[in-house]
């Protein structure tokens, strides 16, 4: 690592739970961090349905079982450690028993903290690629658990699944909400807009849509524009691709923090 390689360079993060980790790494490198949390995250508000669904689950209500982040997993355990913790020994004993298919590498590692890996891994971390990866299966009759992304009900994968003849059992073990105020995000747009910020790095898909709900979609967009745009992964790259923001960097394989610096650093080194 050259300790100097992103000197001269002001990177906006928008990261929350590993906000200090990221901003570190970029700082340890020379750039000047911006730091502005776009969303927090949050354990559901009712923890019923969690624990209902981790209940069922345990008893064997599911043959499958699709993780799309590895912060939904934790997020159950922490649910059940919190209000039923008897139930923890044998929810993990039913992770052990159950098919379980991974979007990306988050999940994957989740599993392996408790001594598990995913039977399917989507070779494309989206949930595309998690459907390509269920399509050739038979799926008619069997019981699915899918750990949902925040709230969003993923419409997409729901329609698969029940196309095949699954029947889906869902959980949402976390919800996003607003982190910094909308002043300091407002604040962070002016100064895209003003080309002071070379980079903005975003790690997940609720801080694209923060962005664009504090202000006029034209302002932010040229914004964006005025700024180059990193992602640290396909899914939040489809997010601002759909939104017609062009993606100029991201890691090619492995989609973490650390990976995404190494991409910023070579890429930013190349440019100056």
Known sequence: MDERSLHGRTIAVPETRELEVFASMLERRGATVIRCPL????DAPDPVPVLEWSRAFAQGACDDLILLTGEGLRRILSCIDRHEPNLRAPFVEALGRVR??????KPARALREFGLKPDIAAAT???DGVIESLRPLDLAGRNVGVQLYGTEPNLPLMEFLKSAGAVVKTVAPYVYSDAADDATVRSLIDRMTAGVVDVIAFTSTP???RLFSVADEAL???A???TIVA????VIAETLTSRGIRVELMPAESFFLKPLTSTLEEALARRS
Request: glycine share 8%; net charge positive.
């Open 39 to 42: 969303v927090s995250i949050k």
């Open 100 to 105: 379980k298919t991974t979007r990306g590498p």
């Open 125 to 127: 971390p989206t949930t």
């Open 207 to 209: 801080q694209v849509e």
């Open 220 to 222: 932010v967009k040229s």
């Open 224 to 226: 964006l524009e005025k």
């Open 231 to 234: 992602a640290v992964g396909p």
